[in-house]
């Protein structure tokens, strides 16, 4: 049996004193794409945020290669190979494209991604090196925040409501870009409300409510009602 | 009229560095540090006491390297804590060290004035517009841009330099990319108050030395970074100029009101604008 890459055990997390991620089990396997669909305030973003530090993680575990991890800190993630491209890009305005690039790899960790490769899969980046980060379009936005993670080398890439605020044609590269992403062996960890990207990415899902895993399955095996019907149950 | 302008670039020179500490900080731990005039005062002091045995250098290297061991163990035992406090915990506690400390000074030097010469080789005069200028002025003028300038350099072409950058900004950010963001507050903090030590011993030979001294320039440094846009190092730097020349000019056209000169022109700025010159709107 393959060996997951994350995997979370029984993780309850809380903002404070509110309890929002109420035993969450959940894996990736190495180079697998794997959506977690819900509501809005379901506590999708909260599994992110649990593994950034932002959440604070009372109860479970959170292993990488079957490996637990025994206190997340916010560098962390990074350090074990996960690349988060985080709801609503945060781009640093105070720093240049090249600068937002070159922060991602802050770690060195080696790997074929490099500034001339991300520059050469987004030559609008490259053009506009030395201006900053936030003077790009939602959509170039995107595209600096998802090159801001490949920098870091990732074995796995968790992106945070991606399709956000992009038009449909949009959506289409960035679905296309992260597909190519996964044949090179990276996993894909999507988090998405909207089901369109969910839908043609994923290979297998795990649906939240409450803060807690309502259902998991294989995307095969549902259309694009009956997992909407799945979200508002 | 050039003395005064000379004059005023001289204190100018020396307002951004001690202010620059702050900037450095604030812009990190998002701490208004009252005890940075501590700093200033103490390094004065060390290095006062090591250049009197072993020479002008020495004593700025022992400002320095004192104060870097300060900075971070400040850092570590009491900034660590309060970053995530209420602004007025934070005033209170940086307030109470700037007291210990001054209480420190006092306990070790006393409450005397002391003042040291400059270094031979920069002793005297230079005429400049056919009158005499002291040498060592002209010394704490380079010395200040090559500090002011050595930090600009580490901020924007060093990794160390964008992490922190990226951490003033957002630190999850930067924490998120892998950055150790624990590790750059002693590092930013122990450099804010080296810059400020080291302003103390290089002031000392222009300056004197007294208990009061970091509570004294600690206020006209606020008035920088205030009138600059608190988190701008470009900011201060023209807030520190126009102040250190409305210092000069003030003392010698407006001498009953030089002292109020500088919080005049604070409230201009920031009737004018609330966020200072360079400051970002909240």
């Keep these: 049996m393959t060996t997951p890459l994350l995997e979370l055990k029984g993780v309850n997390a809380f903002y404070g004193s509110a309890h929002v991620l109420q035993g969450v089990d959940l894996t990736v396997l190495p180079g697998e794409r794997v959506a977690v669909v ?18 604070a993680m009372r109860g479970g575990s959170v292993h990488m290669r079957g490996e637990p991890l025994p ?6 993630a990074a350090a074990h190979g996960i690349a988060v491209v985080p709801q609503g890009r945060m781009i640093l305005p105070n720093l240049s494209i090249e600068e937002n690039l070159k922060l991602g790899a802050a770690l060195r960790r080696p ?26 379009s939602g959509g ?24 956000e605020g992009l038009a449909p044609v949009i959506v289409d590269e960035m679905e296309k870009l992260l597909r190519d992403l ?35 399955g294989l995307m095969k095996d549902v259309d694009r009602e009956s997992l909407q019907a799945r979200i508002m149950h | 009229m050039i003395v005064n302008a000379l004059n005023g670039l001289v204190y100018g020179s020396l307002l951004f560095v001690l202010a620059s500490g702050l900037v450095l900080v604030y812009g990190l731990r998002r701490v208004v540090n009252f005890a940075h005039g501590a700093f200033y005062m ?3 002091y060390i290095g006062y006491s090591v250049a009197v045995h072993a020479g002008f250098i020495p004593g700025i290297i022992a400002a320095a390297a004192a104060l870097i061991a300060v900075g971070v163990a400040l850092d570590l035992v009491v900034f660590r804590k309060l970053a995530d406090r209420d602004p007025l915990v934070t005033v209170l506690v940086t307030f109470g060290v700037l007291l210990i400390l001054e209480d420190f000074v006092r306990t070790v030097w006393g409450t005397g004035n002391y003042a040291i010469d400059p270094p031979a080789l920069l002793s005297g005069v230079v005429q400049i517009a056919g009158a005499p200028f002291p040498i060592y002025r002209l010394f704490i003028v380079l010395a200040s841009a090559l500090m002011a300038g050595g930090m600009v350099i580490w901020l924007r072409y060093s990794r160390s330099g964008l992490w922190v950058r990226a951490a003033s900004h957002s630190p999850a950010v930067a924490a998120m990319c892998g950055v150790r963001t624990n590790v750059l507050g002693p590092l930013v903090v122990g450099l804010g108050a080296a810059f400020a030590g080291v302003a103390g011993i290089v002031a000392a030979p222009f300056l004197s030395l007294n208990p009061s ?20 190092f470009g900011g201060a730097f023209i807030s520190a100029m126009i102040l250190g020349q409305v210092q000069a000019f003030g003392i010698v056209y407006l001498p009953e009101m030089a002292a109020l000169l500088p919080f005049l022109l604070m409230a201009l700025v920031l009737v004018a604008r609330p966020q200072g010159i360079l400051g970002k709107k909240v």
């Design chain 1, 38 to 55: 819900g509501r809005n305030g379901v506590g999708k973003t909260t599994i992110v945020n649990t593994l950034l530090a932002i959440a």
């Design chain 1, 71 to 76: 206190k997340l800190a916010g560098h962390t």
């Design chain 1, 111 to 136: 790997g074929e991604w490099t500034l001339d490769r991300v520059y050469s899969l987004f030559p609008i980046l490259a053009e506009r090196r030395h201006t900053p980060g936030t003077a790009l």
């Design chain 1, 140 to 163: 170039q936005q995107q595209m600096l925040a998802i090159g801001r993670a490949l920098m870091g080398n990732p074995d796995l890439m968790i992106l945070d409501e991606p399709s």
């Design chain 1, 182 to 216: 996964a044949e090179t062996g990276v996993a894909i960890l999507l988090i998405e409300q909207h089901l369109r990207l969910v839908l043609d990415l994923a290979e297998r899902f795990y649906v939240l409510s409450k803060g807690r895993v309502a259902e998991t």
């Design chain 2, 42 to 44: 103490l390094g004065a």
């Design chain 2, 213 to 232: 001294m970091g509570a004294e320039i600690l206020v006209l440094s606020f008035v920088v970074s205030v009138i600059g846009g608190l988190g701008s």
